[in-house]
């Protein structure tokens, strides 16, 4: 069983940035690939980011040039530093641990394939 804890939300003005950290329970971290996911009001939950267990990542093209994913395998933490925050990035981020043997440059970004879930940090952009 993993447990992941998210915190770093909050309310930030357009343009501004903020960083989400993810933390996981469990000795086997390095082996996780690491995701974030977020769902605005009335949407669908979609990919924003990706960390492979090799530090290979993978970014929706909405945040690319905006958005960093990285990992601490010693914290267990997986962060997400936002810049450039938008009105439209306004939604609760989740972060996501799966735990199948890929290869070191597989990124999935459907959420079914994620095992693990985190309860959310709400984010805000005011414009």
């Known amino acids: 069983q993993v447990q992941l804890v998210e915190s770093g939300g909050g309310l930030v003005q357009a343009g501004g940035s903020l960083r989400l950290s993810c933390a996981a329970s469990?000795?086997?971290?390095?082996?996780?690939?690491m995701g974030w996911f977020r769902q605005a009001p009335g949407k669908e939950r979609e990919f924003v980011a990706g960390?492979?267990?090799?530090?290979?990542?993978y970014k929706a093209d909405s945040v690319k040039g905006r958005f960093t994913i990285s990992r601490d395998n010693a914290k267990n933490t997986v962060y997400l530093q936002m810049n450039s925050l938008k009105p439209e990035d306004t939604a609760v981020y989740y972060c996501?641990?799966?735990?199948?043997?890929?290869?070191?440059?597989?990124?999935?970004?459907?959420?079914?394939?994620?095992?693990?879930w985190g309860q959310g940090t709400q984010v805000t952009v005011s414009s």
């Open positions: 469990g000795r086997t971290f390095s082996r996780y690939g």
């Open positions: 996501a641990a799966e735990t199948t043997q890929r290869g070191p440059t597989v990124v999935p970004s459907a959420s079914h394939e994620y095992d693990y």
């Open positions: 960390i492979s267990w090799s530090g290979y990542q």
